[in-house]
């Protein structure tokens, strides 16, 4: 196993796992499941949560297309700067648009790894652990991505986790590869076969 000295980026400064998609698509879970496991290997890691995010540093921008963008720009700076010490980041914000991402990643630079946790928004929607899409639904929440506000699915990113095909360990086991850290073999998976999912699904 690796330790985060023998890490090649470990001198260079931490990658930013940058974790884009839907609300409810996993996206935090994943993040913490990650920092478990990459402090239990000694890899210095910390979660930049969308959520934390906006209850503090953005707690100023709503969801106007200006705003969001604003609120990655915040989000990539903070990541940069904090990877830019050696520590790895796992960024967990929706993220919805190319051109945000686009920003996030030419402000972060190389060590910028978009990772597209790709969950069908019928099943966000079963899951719904913040009510969130109820509340969009019945009109209550406006400018919701994927109900009423659009999600751009990534053209490229650095990798596909469809949750509703692998277990949170599984996941965990795929960033830790592209990451580059080596892991216990009963949490490794290989990434299935990408069938192309209609946009909006
Ligand atoms: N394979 C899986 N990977 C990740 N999450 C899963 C998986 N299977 C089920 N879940 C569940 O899906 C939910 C995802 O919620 P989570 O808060 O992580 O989403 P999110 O993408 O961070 O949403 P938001 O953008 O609203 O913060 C959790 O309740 C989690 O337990
Ligand atoms: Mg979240």
Redesign the pocket.
Known sequence: MKTSSELSFASSGGLVIW?T?????????????LNHELVKVGVSCFVL???DMRAGLNSDLGFSADDRQENVRRIAHVAKLVSSRGHTVVV???TPSHAMRSIARSIVGETFREVF?D?PITI?ET?D??G?YRRARSGTLKAF?GVSDLYERPDSPDLV?Q??A???A??TGLLLELIGVEHETNAKASAPPLAPRAAGE
């Open positions: 974790l998609g839907l609300s409810g698509a996993g996206k935090s879970t994943i993040a913490n499941a949560d969308g959520d967990a914000a929706i946790v969950t966000c899951r652990p913040k969130l991505t986790l949750t509703d692998l277990s949170i599984e996941e």
